[in-house]
């Protein structure tokens, strides 16, 4: 099997560029990050502050996290519930940052992220996937781009939703996200040693997928 691990902060397009690459290549794509959004989700719903270390584990243990492909698409089933577009709100995004830095919570999801590499070639992406999760995946790429450009991209993205959203509080978070992302005591976001590091400040979204499909089939000789 081959594993293609991407890392790298929010808002950096590495669902997107993931998914098409993996589409591209005939890989299967898994999005980590979504498995935190749905915790972070649970706690929401639960009304659980997500920074209290011992309301979010006792909470772990009556939730049920699972993924399931549909035509291609992953979706997040919370409690045999689809959420997969409930997650991808400002608040839960916020929410998986928080619990993300949970050592307990990362313990828990670490086998349920690493059971699908050992089934298909994939492309996953999240935070600690090439230093932690994946640490021997054949391909690991560290997608970055500037926090004003993600920020836009992000405000761009939503619109695209119909909602709307202030540049200067998305940027905010983001920022707010990087810092609680890097500086965490566990699985910190960093490159990994060997990986190949894509700024895609001044890239289009397809220069972004062709560049990193590039770098997959090199480095996995395909």
Not at 84 to 91: K, P, Q
Not at 114 to 137: E, H, Q
Not at 202 to 211: A, D, F, G, I, R
């Amino acid at each position: 099997m081959i594993a293609v691990a991407i890392d790298g902060p929010a808002g950096a397009g590495k669902s997107t560029m993931a998914k098409k690459a993996a589409a591209e290549l005939g890989f299967v794509y898994v999005d980590t990050g979504a498995i935190y959004r749905a915790v972070g989700l649970a706690c929401i719903k639960k009304g659980i502050d997500e920074g209290d270390k011992n309301a979010v584990e006792k909470l772990l243990q009556e939730i049920d996290i699972s993924i399931v492909f549909l035509n291609g698409e992953q979706h997040i089933l919370l409690n045999d519930i689809d959420v997969s577009e409930e997650i991808r709100t400002e608040n839960v995004s916020m929410a998986a940052s928080t619990v993300s830095a949970i050592p307990e919570v990362r313990k828990i999801l670490l086998d349920l992220q690493r059971n699908f590499a050992k089934r298909d070639n994939v492309i996953m992406d999240g935070r600690d996937i090439g230093t932690v999760v994946l640490p021997n995946a054949q391909v690991k790429i560290f997608l970055t781009a500037s926090p004003e450009i993600r920020a836009k991209r992000r405000v761009l993205q939503l619109a695209e939703k119909g909602e709307e959203a202030d540049y200067t509080t998305v940027l905010t978070d983001i920022v707010k996200r990087d810092y609680n992302d890097t500086n965490r005591e566990i699985a910190p976001l960093k490159p990994a040693e060997n990986a190949v590091i894509v700024d895609t400040s001044n890239m289009t979204l397809e220069e972004s997928v062709k560049k990193i499909s590039e770098i997959i089939k090199e480095r996995a000789d395909i």
